[in-house]
């Protein structure tokens, strides 16, 4: 078993849609997690940052932490054409460098 | 635009060739991280810099050489590559202790290895 796992899609929504992406994790000690999106042939962009369970909302963009769970989600509200990309998952615990990812989940917004 | 600076944004070589990927930051960050992506992959971790000191390298070949000459600067040399180490190689950089974890990632060096 993966310590996490992302559905890698790829997922087909209409313009205008929210968009759920989600992930899930095995080890218990993940206190940092991250949403990055990554558009093809660049560099991960850091979309959203939370520290421990909660929500946070930044713009059209909503994340949410169940540590309970052991599951993250990230929320596209009216998605756009320009919303197309891969977005990864990554966390990590509170002693660590190492940031562990998601397979990532490529999205696709149709006009 | 990303704070963290890469160049070249890419590069082809030869297996004999020595070549150099750089990578700089202005955020004050402590940790800076080299990273290989291969096509719908996610990235891997290969070497972390924490204040200018090699605290991990994940198993990678000698033929890859990282540097940190200063807080700012991370370098990744580059020697006898092969075919397969062609790939999206990026860089990132991070705040240490605390409650900040967030890693900031550049643009990515695409390096082809003939």
Not at chain 1, 3 to 10: I, L, N, S, T
Not at chain 1, 63 to 79: E, G, M, N, P, T
Not at chain 2, 89 to 98: D, I, Q, T, V
Request: aromatic content about 10%; proline content about 5%; hydrophobic content about 30%.
């Amino acid at each position: 078993q993966k310590e996490v796992e992302q559905d890698p899609g790829p997922l087909s929504v209409p313009e205008g849609a929210i968009v759920s992406l989600n992930c899930t994790y095995s080890n218990s000690a993940f206190q940092y997690f991250m949403w990055y999106r990554q558009y093809s042939r660049k560099g991960p962009e850091l979309l959203m940052y939370t520290y421990s369970s909660g929500n946070k909302e930044d713009g059209r963009f909503t994340a949410q932490v169940d540590k309970s769970s052991k599951y993250i989600s990230l929320f596209i509200r009216d998605s756009q054409p320009s919303d197309s990309a891969t977005y990864l998952c990554a966390m990590r615990d509170g002693t660590a460098s190492k940031l562990t990812f998601g397979t990532g989940t490529r999205l696709q917004v149709t006009l | 635009d990303t704070e963290v600076t890469q160049t070249p944004k890419h590069l082809v070589m030869g297996m004999t060739n020595k070549k150099s990927l750089k990578c700089e930051q202005h955020m004050g960050h402590r940790a800076m991280y080299w990273y290989k992506q291969k096509a719908k992959k996610p990235p891997e971790l290969m070497f972390v810099y924490s204040y200018e000191k090699l605290s991990i390298n994940e198993s990678v070949p000698s033929r890859f050489s990282p540097e940190c000459p200063n807080s700012s600067l991370l370098n990744l040399h580059l020697h006898a590559l092969q075919p397969e180490d062609s790939a999206l190689y990026l860089c990132a950089s991070s705040h240490l202790g605390g409650n900040t974890g967030e890693l900031f990632f550049g643009e990515g060096s695409r390096l082809t290895v003939l």
